[in-house]
């Protein structure tokens, strides 16, 4: 099974923008699909009013709109925890899978699939970014508020992006997703720029928490044919969920890795442990009253976040992390906002501040 | 005045209204009524006294030639239990019954405050009874009752309709708060019952309700079994009934247990944080608390005095407390895993 591809039930279209290039070739993508014209995103948020769940009716709707607010943000991080130093291009948001631990869930103001056409602005504001600060690297990848790839058949964002970084010393482009669609990827020139990482999970998680997406198999025979198209490889075990026979079962997925994937081109593997603001928790339970992860200890972390209590999620890390390093010793594990104190318990050593995690991070893939 | 025999025929009302036999009017026909639970005492009292003051209003079914009651149920109720025979009314011209049931309704609500039951059965009637539409409704009777009119308010008040009798009954007594009774209604009718009567028997403020019900939905779906069978257990009925000791402390019981079984894991830890406490042993004015649930490192310790001597004891504890072997124990738990 692959990712489906997508096809909206409904269209709204912001005004200024609808007739630009990028909305007319979405627009003649689905002709069939009914467009409503918006002069505000609200109306067409407004339209989603009365839905018994406007979250999943948000991800059948598009909104083409105008980006108005900067496209390239920092990653917010969180309070009191090591974050990565990450900077999320904002060229789309929300995504058409329904994972039940997704953030957005409870995170976005316009919950529909929204994606911007002023793709010009996009390269404008990446031209004045990337040359604004020369000594610096940046990583920066798409795949923050939405899949980087469960859209792009239709949006096209690698085919844009990808070739765009490839000349780009001080800054190198994350792809991340859940999905097998990398077929668009294999002809790019990427010049090594880029990073294609796959968000993966145990099988059984996969099947209960992530409608939608693919078995970790084919992602990773995904991530085999970026590996042989030269791409870098990136993996996330993000969310961890603790269940019982956890653990034979993400041995798995890190053995399956090795399968796929030359620990050469692995340029990270992320783990982070399941965390959500603690307003998402009754939105899980009422959208996927089938979900046990809201059932795990999770307590208040210091940013107010449940989180797993922390001896649970230190063994996790730890265990993945000697797993993975048995495979091979040099492949540059991290973990996702943790503390000090995590950080050391699990992996033996600790970056100790953002500013350090995030200069590893970029050694690992500065030109 | 109280209930002689010359005075069974009801108060005397300075207007000409008709005498009904109590025996002729039907007290179990709710057709129009949706008094709930009432609180009969104050009436009983006030009407031994002084009588009636405003008449009940009957409507005649010609059928049956009964009365039906429109408005007046709590003093028809107090009527009959203080052996009045016949009653003075206002009888309702045969109107249609909707038109009826809003001046009863209206009376009520100028006179009192509605419990939520009472709300809930109101627009139960207007709904199913009298068929109104869902925007009559939200637009004149939501309101109408103090509710607003927010459409998911009348999907809630219509959905607290259908809940079982002792359920609405700790409802409209105000044991149970509606935020409770909303996560009720998504428990099966056995579930609710099963919860209703630990309540009762626990008598739980709002926020431990809202607590042991998640407790308990949580336990439920982690053992794949229902809230009715985790409260059978015998550990917990034990606790619950326990006739040596009193409510309270058979509540905090009852939620010990339940916690631990939520968060197994916690709990452990901080068995054993209390356990090297012990070894510890620090004198009372020194209390040792670690970091809200283990997340961090650090712990904190709180000397309180009021006297030099009191200082200086606290003093050699701290240095007793830096030489022992517990201290060790204390700060390899921030490092120890758990299975
Ligand atoms: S793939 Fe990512 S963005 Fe999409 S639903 Fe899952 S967690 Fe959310």
Known sequence: MGTEIFRPQKIFVERSIRDLPFTRKLLDRWPSVPVQIVSQPQQAVDALRGEPDPIAAGKRSLLIARQRGPFIKRCPGTKNYICCGYRIINAATNCDLDCTYCILQGYLTIPLLTVYANLDDLMAQLDSFLSSGQDEFYRLGTGELTDSLSLDPS????????????????????????????????????????????????????????????????????????????????????????????????????????????????????????????????????????????????????????????????????????????????????????????????????????????????????? | MSASSEQKKGPIMPMQLPEIPLEAVDLRDRTLVITYAPELQSLRESIARVGIQQPPILQKIPRSGRYRIVCGYKRLLVLEALGFEKVIAHLASAENELKLFLRGLHENLGTRSLNVVEKSLALDKLAGQFRLSREEMLKDHLPALGLGSDPKTLDLYLSLARLEEPIKQDLAAGKISIATAQQLLTLSPEDRLAFGKLLTALVLGKNRQREFLSLLRDLSLKGKTSINELLGDPQITSLVQDPQVQVPIRAKRVRELLIRRRYPRLSRAADEFEEIKKKLRLPAHLSLTASPFFEGQDYRLTITFRSREQLAAAQKALAAMAESSALAELLEITFRDQE
């Not at chain 1, 001896?311 to 996790?316: A, D, E, L, N």
């Not at chain 1, 390093?325 to 943790?338: N, R």
């Not at chain 1, 318990?345 to 350090?356: E, Y």
């Open chain 1, 155 to 367: 949006f096209g964002h690698a085919r844009l992006l990808v070739p765009y970084f490839a000349d780009k010393s001080n800054a190198i482009l994350e792809l991340k997703t859940k999905t097998t669609n990398v077929e668009d990827l294999m002809d790019l020139e990427h010049a090594g720029r880029t990073v294609v990482s796959w968000s993966l999970n145990a099988e059984p998680v996969v099947r209960k928490e992530e409608h939608g997406a693919p078995p970790v198999k084919e992602r990773l025979q995904a991530a085999r044919r970026c590996y042989r198209a030269g791409y870098r490889i990136g993996f996330h075990f993000d969310p961890l969920i603790d269940y019982p026979g956890w653990e034979e079962d993400y041995r798995r997925v890190v053995e399956a890795i090795f399968q796929h994937v030359d620990p050469q081109a692995i340029a990270w593997i992320s783990l982070g442990a399941l965390r959500y603001p603690p307003q998402l928790e009754e939105i899980i339970r009422r959208r996927h009253p089938q979900s046990e992860i809201v059932l795990g200890e999770l307590f208040p972390g210091k940013d107010g976040k449940p989180r797993y209590f922390r001896p649970i999620r230190t063994r996790m890390f730890r265990k993945l992390n000697t797993w993975i390093k048995e495979h091979d010793p040099d492949v540059f594990v991290y973990l996702c906002m943790e503390s000090d104190l995590v950080w050391r318990q699990a992996l033996g050593w600790s970056p100790g501040n953002m500013a350090r995690l995030s200069r590893l991070l970029d050694e690992r893939v500065k030109p």
